[in-house]
DNA sequence: CCGGGGGATTTAGACGATTCAATCAGGGCT
DNA sequence: AGCCCTGATTGAATCGTCTAAATCCCCCGG
């Protein structure tokens, strides 16, 4: 009834549990005629190894977690398609967690993946200076930054986020743009927080330029479309001609507010987005978009990963960092006068 | 160093590693002040349960699996949030696996999560009939089939596509459209085949119809584009002046393909959607579409799987099915005359 | 004929948490 | 003082697999 386990393999087989297992681990220590006779029993019993039995004997296991931000954006999915690709090689399972940029979750996801003793975290910290991470440090499992730049003693892979926002700026503001809004959030994200900056760097070296901040707690459709909404209701004397959103699901959402409010796009809104995710590409107004290596992504931080378990003693952590590029599309193809 | 274990609390509280265990579990039955020592103790070492051992000993683990075929799909992602919903109020955790479509894959999660012993497995598989299902439930796990309908001894949670293929049909002829282009694949899925009888049947009511079937791979946006750079290529005579696609993604790159080869939407093709995804509706043409109760079918899915797990013995498979609704938008928002 | 060598197999002890039967310490009652 | 009861705590066995050390067996050479 109950799964066989190795000592019923064994009994039927007429060997003992040894046997068995070296039959699995190491079959070329076994006699042929034993291990065909260990086969068939496997066969004929249906057996299938416990992998809680092996993984607690191990002490290890052979998961390893990789916490995003939200499922449901195809940059994340893409990413975690990178590193499973390499997990995979490495005879290693993902299990993908979903934080939804909300902390208790995030903690939540975590504690389960400590418990589960995983062989590593790769994770998009909602805060990358949480103590808890560290905490999880300390005790021993490894942790990659994904999307962040990690300061301290961790791995991290992340993409140059101000670089991302210098060129949607500047090209905003070479298309004739002095009134831009940045929308995305909370703030208090790295990565948010970086191509605010990036974009104000670059509006303050040319001087005229009135760039308004929006924040939002999380960066979905439906959150762009408020804040659209919200933009459009401005008198057209100070509204924003130009917009650059911290990610696509903001942008396709904010651009659905314009259609709606009746405002072309991209004569009387410019919008810039960013991930260039699939659907970018195929909105109503095919989106600018700044484009990350997302599948790189996953597959460098796994990478990291995997360095540093199997290295284990001599790894010195290390920051990848990856460049943007600005893809232009008609969304924002106007130049101003 | 290593991560500290339930006997070094117990040594340092001085208690035993059955008093610990009390502590984690039945709190209450522990006196006070010994209940403090060891909390003290768990907090100071940073002690964190070995999941594996408590997953050996219970003899059963809690976790579930999740087998998708395709994570980049919001259809999916969204299902995959309704279940995670409810797993939670179990204490339960879900573990996402994408098959990508193929059996192959998929065949490796389902190894993967038998040899952990999950709980039990909910899945939309790509072949409804595949033995493996099946010796999976004898060897006990729990399975519950996801937007299929199981015909034998197993517990499912489906949407009628016949009903899906039919509403979209009628609304589609009911527009003038004669012939109709239906896409997707592969055909071997059930899914994929329910939608066509349902389309297939009115459009023989109808009796002038002329049904072209194109069949692919994978349902992804890729896809739909190279389907829609081929009929756009046929001549304007024969050309299916609508199309129904058998979800989303093919539709969206379909619409791309359209607007590449200056066919206009709806007036020159008509196009009809499956899952009512959130991009749906923020397309170029926003996209007419079927919509199925995604989230609600991943909550159902666990909610069946919970009932057998916790009911064991008594259970009686089930077989849950709802109703899908055609949100009718711009993309077929058209009589011809 | 005996000892030794080497390949094949077995044995036994972890791994960490849980649980239940057994023990223990006190307090109350006669 | 002796006894029992109760509530708190302990001890030991168990889950399934792995592995290092021990044993077994057979054959060969001296």
Chains 1, 2 share one sequence.
């Not at 390893?64 to 390499?86: H, M």
């Not at 904010?254 to 009387?268: C, E, H, I, K, S």
């Not at 700044?290 to 790189?296: C, F, I, K, S, T």
Request: with cysteine; proline share 5%; glycine share 8%.
């Amino acid at each position: 009834m109950a799964t066989p386990s190795i000592k019923e393999v064994a009994h039927r087989a007429g060997v003992s549990v040894g046997t068995v297992s070296n039959v699995l681990n190491r079959p070329w220590i076994v006699a042929p005629a034993t291990r065909q006779r260990v086969q068939d029993s496997i066969r004929a019993l249906g057996f299938v190894r416990n992998e809680a039995a092996r993984h607690l004997r191990a002490g290890r296991s052979r998961t390893v977690g990789l916490v995003v931000l939200d499922v449901a954006n195809p940059f994340f999915t893409d990413l975690a398609e990178g590193a499973e690709a390499l997990a995979y090689e490495h005879d290693t399972v993902v299990m993908v967690c979903n934080s939804k940029t909300d902390p208790v979750r995030e903690g939540h996801h975590l504690d389960q993946l400590e418990q589960q003793r995983v062989l590593g975290i790769l994770i998009t910290p909602f805060d990358s200076n949480d103590p808890r991470l560290t905490a999880l440090v300390d005790r021993g499992t490894p942790v990659v930054l994904v999307d962040r730049t990690a300061d301290r003693g961790l791995c991290s892979v992340s993409v140059d986020d101000q670089l991302g926002g210098r060129l949607a700026g500047t090209h905003l503001i070479e298309s004739g743009h002095r009134r831009i809004a940045y929308i995305g959030g909370p703030f208090s994200m790295q990565q948010v927080s970086d191509r605010m900056t990036g974009i104000t760097t670059v509006a303050e070296q040319a001087g005229t330029v009135d760039l308004q901040l929006f924040e939002v707690d999380v960066m979905g459709v439906v959150e762009g479309r408020a804040i659209g909404e919200q933009i459009a209701a401005l008198p057209p004397r100070s509204r924003p001609t130009a917009a650059f959103l911290a990610n696509d699901l903001l942008a396709l959402g904010f651009l659905q507010a314009m259609a709606v409010a009746g405002l072309r796009v991209p004569r009387d809104m410019a919008i810039v987005g960013y991930d260039d995710i699939d659907f970018a590409r195929a909105a109503a107004v095919p989106l600018s978009s700044v484009r990350q290596p997302a599948e790189m992504l996953g597959r460098s931080a796994m990478e990291l990963l995997q360095e540093e378990v199997e290295a284990a003693d001599r790894h010195r952590h290390r920051q990848v960092i990856f460049q943007p590029d600005l893809i232009v599309r008609e969304s924002s193809a106007y130049k101003r006068s």
